[in-house]
């Protein structure tokens, strides 16, 4: 039998990435109870067999598909805030990424982590994931405000936690915003009002 017969109907190569993008785009624009295993298989071009052998469990690929997320945005997050010359413009930088990537036309609207209904549904084991993903971005701009204070372009009274806090929030409101149709161009108006509000002197 030639090379070509044998290789005739042979499955292609299992590209176990690609399948979490896949899994974690649908994850990410339906939700993870909304989510069918017929959704997945679907998406990831696979059988559920195939499915269950590379990752366990619905639950498992979840928890597979928030940690690929946050690797993918986290290191975008800390570069727009870190790679600013002041506190002030790296919060702005991070608004106006947020803007741009939270409505992107090429995949789904709004923050996964954000819009994950997980951490309310009980759901063992993945809602305290979930916290601590949205932790993440609160943590990295206390980072960032802490250096403006020692770097000296915020004041040393400034309350870190909450202007952090106030932040993170507006981000997670522009990606519901996102969600119901906002477009970068609004949300980008969005930014630039909320840097009005950052501390006088």
Do not use: H
Not at 125 to 135: F, H, N, Q, S, T
Not at 172 to 189: E, H, K, Y
């Amino acid at each position: 039998m030639s090379e070509k017969t044998s290789n005739r109907g042979r499955p292609r190569a299992f590209d176990r990435t690609a399948a979490l993008d896949a899994a974690m785009k649908v994850f990410w624009q339906k939700g993870f109870t909304a989510t069918s295993m017929n959704d997945l298989c679907e998406a990831m071009e696979i059988g559920s067999p195939s499915l269950y052998a590379a990752f366990g469990s619905k639950e498992q690929l979840y928890a597979e598909a928030i940690r690929r997320y946050g690797e993918k945005g986290v290191p975008q997050i800390r570069d727009a805030l870190d790679s600013a010359p002041t506190a002030k413009l790296g919060v702005e930088a991070f608004l106006r990424l947020a803007a741009r990537s939270l409505a992107c036309p090429d995949r789904p609207s709004g923050c996964m982590v954000a819009l994950s209904s997980v951490a309310s549904e009980g759901v063992a084991g993945l809602a305290a994931m979930v916290v601590e993903e949205r932790k993440k971005a609160l943590k990295l701009l206390e980072a960032r405000l802490r250096r403006g204070i020692k770097e000296g372009d915020l004041s040393p009274g400034t309350d870190v936690k909450s202007l952090a806090r106030f932040f993170v929030t507006l981000q997670q409101g522009m990606s519901i915003q996102a969600r119901d149709g906002a477009t970068p161009r609004q949300l980008d108006a969005v930014a630039t009002a909320a840097m009005q509000a950052w501390p006088a002197g």
